[in-house]
């Protein structure tokens, strides 16, 4: 009985580690998960401030988070013309984040930014949608990866290729 007892947390250990890639970190996640696939919220959106940035409530504390391993064409930013593809870019995202969504935050290895947002992988919770990866995926975000924070690079590369390729949004758009 007592080699049982011993083994059982190795086992459990095993059986975690499969569950990561091999840089300790969870394997990228589709844009979309099937249909029956929900998250657990742990937040919930209060305003799009523009295609890459969101305000969260988090426990009743209102948070500025910067989707990461993307870049949306500028709309906001100080003595900035807008972008092209710019308005359309924030568009969609308030039309994936609508004021109320119950969103799930995933952290990669930096929490925050220079500026103190909080840097998120963002997913709606009630379908599984990876809004980050759906902004790449529809041509409205390009990759910036800044490492350590490259969780998704490859994947957010391989999404920005194919957009490219289809000539989908910014791509068709801005040349």
């Given at each position: 009985m007592r080699g049982a007892i011993t083994i059982a947390p190795?086992?459990?250990l095993l059986a975690l580690s499969a569950c990561t890639s091999s840089n300790g970190r969870s394997a990228p996640a589709p844009a979309t998960a099937p249909a029956s696939t929900t998250v657990q919220a742990?937040?919930?959106?209060?305003?799009?401030?523009?295609?890459?940035?969101?305000d969260v409530?988090?426990?009743?504390?209102?948070?500025?988070?910067r989707l990461i391993g993307i870049d949306t064409p500028e709309t906001k930013k100080p003595n900035h013309p807008?972008?092209?593809?710019?308005?359309?870019?924030?568009?969609?995202?308030?039309e994936l984040l609508p004021p109320g969504t119950a969103v799930r935050i995933e952290r990669d290895v930096v929490g925050r930014d220079d500026y103190g947002?909080?840097?998120g992988y963002v997913h709606r919770?009630?379908?599984?949608?990876?809004?980050?990866?759906?902004?790449?995926?529809?041509?409205f975000a390009r990759p910036l990866t800044i490492?350590?924070?490259?969780?998704?690079a490859a994947q957010f590369a391989a999404d920005a290729r194919a957009a490219e390729a289809a000539d989908l949004g910014m791509w068709a758009a801005c040349g």
């Amino acid at each position: 009985m007592r080699g049982a007892i011993t083994i059982a947390p190795v086992l459990t250990l095993l059986a975690l580690s499969a569950c990561t890639s091999s840089n300790g970190r969870s394997a990228p996640a589709p844009a979309t998960a099937p249909a029956s696939t929900t998250v657990q919220a742990n937040a919930i959106v209060v305003k799009v401030i523009d295609g890459d940035t969101i305000d969260v409530d988090v426990d009743g504390r209102v948070e500025r988070v910067r989707l990461i391993g993307i870049d949306t064409p500028e709309t906001k930013k100080p003595n900035h013309p807008v972008d092209c593809w710019g308005p359309e870019a924030s568009a969609h995202t308030v039309e994936l984040l609508p004021p109320g969504t119950a969103v799930r935050i995933e952290r990669d290895v930096v929490g925050r930014d220079d500026y103190g947002r909080l840097l998120g992988y963002v997913h709606r919770a009630g379908d599984g949608l990876f809004v980050n990866r759906d902004l790449v995926q529809q041509g409205f975000a390009r990759p910036l990866t800044i490492a350590p924070n490259d969780l998704y690079a490859a994947q957010f590369a391989a999404d920005a290729r194919a957009a490219e390729a289809a000539d989908l949004g910014m791509w068709a758009a801005c040349g």
